[in-house]
């Protein structure tokens, strides 16, 4: 059974940083393409950025919102996701789910996600 | 304003159909990208619900169904019950972007 636990979620001030890990298990996490979306309190799905397995490259894209601010990594080892969340702004307030992404040619998907961990990022 | 226009609700009776649509433009469902679409249930994380504009993953009921045409797609849902009571997003990739986006959501209410 996939499983994905997302902790590290919390209060933190503007302009401050915070660490989300992903405990994966279930699954081979070093062929993975691994994903995070956010959302913000009563609002819709946002997708963060996303990390490649490394036997494909192991980089890493992000939305524009975020892009310069957040960097995903992987601990193939520990069967880890994290995203390293810096310069952190009140609009990065959300729940952040890790997902599994599914891509190939026409597009990608995220086939299993984590419960999500909350950032609350205060002024 | 998302990329991907849902409808903000829809509702339906018990044993009703319902559709929703999701509206995207040359640069994403247009171009070819699938659609995706997912249920979230109050209070718990998204569950993909259909892939590739029209396949259901193992254990999603036959009830639900996808679909895609030109810069359009649409999820239905047959014989309501009340357990279908649920935000649903669509998902798409958009080439202007280079990301992955998603509509706004739609709450089906079933009455």
């Known amino acids: 059974e996939v499983q994905l636990v997302e902790s590290g979620g919390g209060l933190v001030k503007s302009g401050g940083s915070l660490r989300l890990s992903c405990a994966a298990s279930?699954?081979?996490?070093?062929?993975?393409?691994m994903s995070w979306v956010r959302q913000a309190p009563g609002k819709g799905l946002e997708w963060v950025g996303r990390i490649k397995s490394k036997t494909d490259g192991g980089t890493t894209d992000y939305a524009a919102p975020v892009k310069g601010r957040f960097t995903i990594s992987r601990d193939d080892s520990k069967n880890t996701l994290y995203v390293q969340m810096n310069s952190l702004k009140t609009e990065d307030t959300a729940v952040y789910y890790c997902?599994?992404?599914?891509?190939?040619?026409?597009?990608?998907?995220?086939?299993?996600w984590g419960q999500g961990t909350l950032v609350t990022v205060s002024s | 304003q998302s990329v991907l226009t849902q409808p903000p609700s829809v509702s339906g009776a018990p044993g009703q159909r319902v559709t929703i649509s999701c509206t995207g433009s040359?640069?994403?469902?247009?171009?070819?990208?699938?659609v995706h679409w997912y249920q979230q249930l109050p209070g718990t994380a998204p569950k993909l619900l259909i892939s590739?504009?029209?396949n259901r993953p193992s254990g999603v009921p036959d009830r639900f169904s996808g679909s895609k045409s030109g810069t359009s797609a649409s999820l239905a849902i047959t014989g309501l019950q009340a357990d279908d009571e649920a935000d649903y997003y669509c998902?798409?990739?958009?080439?202007?972007?280079?990301?992955?986006?998603f509509g706004g959501g739609t709450k089906l209410t079933v009455l």
């Open positions: 997902v599994t992404s599914y891509d190939y040619g026409s597009g990608s998907y995220y086939n299993f």
């Open positions: 998902q798409s990739y958009d080439t202007s972007l280079s990301t992955s986006v």
């Open positions: 590739a504009n029209s």
């Open positions: 279930g699954f081979t996490f070093n062929d993975a393409w």
């Open positions: 040359s640069s994403n469902i247009g171009a070819g990208y699938d």
